[in-house]
């Protein structure tokens, strides 16, 4: 069990761009200086090192970079942007064991300049196998193929997605960080926007972005030392559900769900002993605007088919009932594979976000949907 | 531009033009033994699928029409080429030797700039409307792009994306292979699995067996795939997970004549080592024919299209084209000669088509066709180049 044992102590961050004109490499080593110039930390405080399986940049190489010199932990979670919430916890359980006392995650991305995830790809994952070839071959297409069922079971249409799109580049017109600064977009815009996999639009789909973000975990007793207001881990957890498969989770009863984000949301509740009722605002994971839907639902904010009142009643805006991506998320500020998420949420509990939610209620963030995922409860 | 599309729209339907000739048996002749169609109907009656050929303009322009002005315009604006797109015709009733035709057209919108396949272009749809005397005997609303070619564009990878064969899953394959769609069955306790893998969820055992499915199922879900391009594939086209009449789901490409929707019955058929679902309804026969230069230019002469790209290689290479292509015309034509030689005595009451990749001299040209009710058959020719057109016939028995 996670108790309040550790918090985040620096967040750190390089520009979001289309073309970093820089090695993936250096924006790690950007964004992890920058975290621990934040948390007031030299790089030879860290002794452990964790990021995504997907990371190009090897743990070794950033500590060489940064002249961190010895390490006791390294580690990697798999399934993409599943992985976002989930290195946290891995640095949680690194530093309550008392294995390493200050850990750094990070993720590095050239995502738009180098290889873009939306493209097509030959994988040799067998279980790609079973899609690829069938011509279902990018991650809108797998999302798409959920969000026509979920249109199908809740009589919802594509401008509930639409609604969320326009709420995360609301939110981004107003951060000056957000790829998409001063560029909101209406609902026509979204309506007009090209189809990329039919019920999905281009502004339904997250934007590709070049950028690195990097994370300091430590002790809250050390947390309390440093110069940043602490943000307490007040829960962390992972989970996969029957029949996963990536992306792909198509053989299950209910194909228009999340199961793997209902077993993260049992475990985040349970933890923190707190209920959706008391949080302040949710970083919700959205690469593609359904899955905001499914999560509002997964978690508990709604019941199962009724996040598109929730969304068109505004609940999901800045001064609604659950204001969601503050920063303009995914959509709006960038995609950093869900680092940028934490990083938000992190600011909201400081209380220096550019879109800060008043109260000091618990922030919740979310990781990769349709995925085996990941969550945080940050107080 | 816009000054030219505002008087168009403006202006409205054009005055009544006259065809050349009469409806005559000598051109009815030369179109049918160009079109290799040899019903035995056409003596009196023209076949529907000429209508437009009566007012086909040929080598000696008239008075301006809509599409034309529109063609002029967009040749100025920098949007030289042009490709007909979308030909829906209704045929009021068949039209006898010795009529007199006329026709007359408006514009019905100009779209665009779209970025197309072809490059980036402006579609420019008109509507017309044939008339013996004041009655009117057909009606065609007639798509076209205007296009500038890509340049420096590169070809779709031609190389679809592999299946993933492991010891586990090769018996699937080895059953497409075989004709077979085949669905893991556990040896032990009979649990039936898609996809399949070394041991059975349900009682543990590693006795994979398989057993071989119906091939019918039902759509569950699906998408179409737009953006961005997949290797191997033209978009846009449609993937479906199908509830298969087994229990289990499967992911694969859906090919249909219409969109389809949640809980439309399939049939599996196999196409290119894959899977391949279509609407689970009657078809009809599908009929090959090799596309020659011949064949080109015999018909597009007997549809009096003088375009130069329907029968001057150099000319449509020119263009950016391989080699001359078949016309719209005769693309309908084929469609009519499709469904006609399968049922002779059907009453052809509409053709409604849409083209897709250019059917080019050299190609084999496939038409596969589905009985969606009993007045409407859905079509599908394709080369190995990909859908040449898709569309459908309406018929009266």
């Known amino acids: ?379 | 531009m816009d000054s030219v599309v505002s008087r168009l729209l403006a202006a409205g339907e054009t005055e009544p033009r006259r065809g050349r000739d009469p409806v005559n048996l000598p051109m009815i002749r030369n179109w049918l033994e160009a079109m290799g169609d040899r019903h035995p109907g056409y003596e009196l009656f023209a076949p529907p699928a000429m209508i437009q050929v009566w007012t086909m303009r040929g080598l000696s322009p008239g008075a301006p029409d809509p599409l034309q002005e529109m063609s002029v315009a967009l040749d100025e604006a920098g949007f030289p080429n042009v490709v007909a797109t979308d030909s829906e015709q209704v045929y009021h009733r068949y039209l006898r030797v010795g009529e007199e035709v006329s026709v007359r057209s408006r514009l019905e919108s100009v779209t665009g700039p779209k970025r197309t396949s072809l490059g980036e272009g402006w579609f420019v749809t008109t509507v017309s409307t044939w008339f013996c005397d004041d009655e009117p005997v057909a009606t065609m609303r007639f798509r076209i792009l205007k296009y500038r070619a890509m340049s420096g564009s590169s070809p779709v990878a031609a190389t679809p994306l592999k299946p993933v064969i492991t010891a586990d899953t090769a018996f699937f394959w080895d059953g497409i292979t075989a004709g077979e769609l085949r669905i893991q069955r556990c040896g032990e306790c009979g649990a039936l699995r898609h996809p399949p893998g070394p041991a059975c969820p349900r009682c543990g055992a590693l006795k994979q067996e398989h057993t071989v499915a119906s091939g019918l199922g039902t759509i569950h879900s699906f998408t179409v795939h737009h953006h961005p391009p997949i290797p191997g594939r033209r978009a846009p086209y449609v993937v479906g997970l199908i509830d298969l009449a087994e229990g289990v789901r499967m992911v694969g490409e859906v090919r249909g004549p219409r969109p389809v929707k949640i809980g439309d019955p399939v049939r599996v058929f196999f196409d290119g080592g894959l899977p391949v679902w279509r609407p689970d309804l009657p078809i009809v026969e599908p009929w090959t024919l090799e596309v020659t230069p011949t064949m080109i230019i015999s018909t597009a002469l007997a549809t009096r299209d003088f375009q130069d790209v329907h029968h001057d290689r150099d000319a449509a290479a020119r263009r950016g084209n391989p080699d001359i292509f078949v016309n719209i015309l005769t693309t309908t034509g084929l469609v009519q000669r499709y469904v006609t030689d399968h049922r002779p005595d059907a009453v052809v009451r509409g053709i409604s088509i849409r083209l897709g990749t250019p059917c080019y001299a050299g190609d084999t040209l496939t038409f596969t066709g589905t009985v969606v009710s009993g007045g409407e058959i859905a079509i599908v020719g394709r080369t190995a180049r990909g859908v040449h057109v898709t569309g459908t016939v309406g018929v009266a028995s």
Request: include cysteine.
């Open chain 1, 1 to 379: 069990m996670i108790s309040p044992t550790c918090a985040i102590a620096g967040i750190g961050a390089t520009e979001f761009s289309k073309d970093s004109g820089r090695s993936e490499l250096r924006l790690a080593v950007e964004a992890v200086r920058a975290a621990l110039d934040d948390a007031g930390l030299r790089p030879s405080d860290v002794s452990g090192l964790v990021t995504f399986g997907m990371d190009n940049n090897p743990e070794i190489a950033v500590a060489r970079e940064l002249g961190i010199g010895e390490l006791r932990f390294l580690s990697r979670i798999g399934y993409g942007g599943g992985a976002a919430c989930a290195v946290i916890q891995q640095a949680v359980l690194a530093v309550a064991a008392g294995l390493a006392d200050v850990v750094v995650c990070y993720r590095a991305l050239n995502e738009r300049s180098g290889r873009r995830f939306g493209r097509a790809i030959a994988s040799p994952d067998p279980d790609s196998g079973w899609h690829h070839p069938m011509g279902l071959a990018t991650p809108a297409a797998m999302v798409a193929m959920v969000a026509q069922r979920y249109l199908h079971e809740y009589g919802a249409v594509p401008d509930d997605f639409g609604r969320v799109a326009v709420a995360m580049r609301r939110h981004a017109s107003t951060n000056p960080y957000a790829w998409f600064h001063g560029r909101p977009i209406t609902l026509d815009e979204h309506r007009a926007s090209r189809w990329i996999s039919e019920p999905l639009r281009l502004l339904d789909c997250c934007q590709e972005s070049d950028g690195a973000v990097a994370l300091v975990v430590t002790s809250l007793s050390r947390a309390r030392d440093l110069p940043q207001p602490p943000a307490v881990i007040s829960a962390a957890a992972q989970g996969s559900g029957p029949d996963q498969f990536v992306m792909t989770s198509y053989y299950r009863p209910q194909v228009a769900s999340l199961p793997e984000m209902g077993v993260v949301a049992r475990q985040l509740w349970e933890q923190s002993a707190l209920t959706p009722a008391d949080v302040r605002t949710a970083i919700l994971y959205d690469h593609f605007t359904p899955y905001v839907l499914m999560q509002l639902e997964e978690l508990g904010f709604c019941g199962r088919g009724e996040a598109r009142h929730f969304v068109a009643d505004g609940g999901i805006e800045l001064g609604g009932r659950l204001p969601v991506n503050p920063h303009g998320g995914q959509l709006g500020e960038a995609y950093i594979h869900g680092m940028n998420g934490i990083a938000e949420a992190v600011r909201q509990v400081r209380g220096t976000a550019v879109n800060q939610v008043p109260g000091d209620g618990p922030v919740l963030v979310t990781a990769g949907t349709g995925v085996p995922t990941s969550g945080l409860i940050l107080v």
